[in-house]
């Protein structure tokens, strides 16, 4: 089990100013900043970070929403990095996210749903490795 993961503070989280309160929780949760930067995706560099989703029917509007503003993309490390984050930022609809949960606390609506979190070790390198280079990541 690799011990890194990857989140992005999502355009309307971002835009509202939330970035600072989100990466305070994340750091109280235990988890150390590997890399981290301030990013505009473009419509088609969203639509790539999301292709498994492509069929899907939100596909278009996620790509949209995600190219309106800045994003901030960063590598985090911590023992059991993808479980124990993806439990910090609760369920994608925040409606059946858990109290202080960080969709909870920040997200609108199941897009905007303020962060991203890789689902698997997996994913978790190939998406960290689609914004930073090896030489990026302390
Ligand atoms: N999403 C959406 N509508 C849905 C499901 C997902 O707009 O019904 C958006 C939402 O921003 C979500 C992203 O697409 O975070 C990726 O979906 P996924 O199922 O991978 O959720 P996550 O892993 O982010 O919890
Ligand atoms: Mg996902």
């Given at each position: 089990?690799?011990?890194?993961?990857?989140?992005?503070?999502?355009?309307?989280?971002?835009?509202?100013?939330?970035?600072?309160?989100?990466?305070?929780?994340?750091?109280?949760?235990?988890?150390?900043?590997?890399?981290?930067k301030?990013?505009?995706?473009?419509?088609?560099?969203?639509?790539?970070?999301?292709?498994?989703?492509?069929?899907?029917?939100?596909?278009?509007?996620?790509?949209?929403?995600?190219?309106?503003?800045?994003?901030?993309?960063?590598?985090l490390?911590?023992?059991?990095?993808?479980?124990?984050?993806?439990?910090?930022?609760?369920?994608?609809?925040?409606?059946?996210?858990?109290?202080?949960?960080?969709?909870?606390?920040?997200?609108?609506?199941?897009?905007?749903?303020?962060?991203?979190?890789?689902?698997?070790?997996?994913?978790?390198?190939?998406?960290?490795?689609?914004f930073?280079?090896?030489?990026?990541?302390?």
């Amino acid at each position: 089990m690799s011990n890194k993961t990857f989140t992005m503070i999502k355009p309307e989280a971002v835009a509202e100013g939330n970035s600072g309160a989100i990466i305070k929780l994340i750091e109280e949760a235990g988890f150390r900043i590997v890399a981290m930067k301030k990013t505009l995706l473009s419509a088609a560099r969203a639509g790539q970070f999301y292709a498994v989703h492509k069929e899907r029917p939100f596909y278009e509007s996620l790509c949209k929403y995600m190219s309106s503003g800045p994003i901030i993309a960063i590598i985090l490390e911590k023992g059991n990095a993808v479980a124990d984050f993806r439990k910090l930022i609760g369920a994608t609809d925040p409606s059946k996210a858990e109290d202080g949960t960080i969709r909870k606390l920040f997200a609108k609506s199941i897009e905007q749903n303020a962060v991203h979190g890789s689902d698997s070790d997996d994913n978790a390198a190939l998406e960290g490795s689609f914004f930073f280079s090896q030489t990026e990541m302390y």
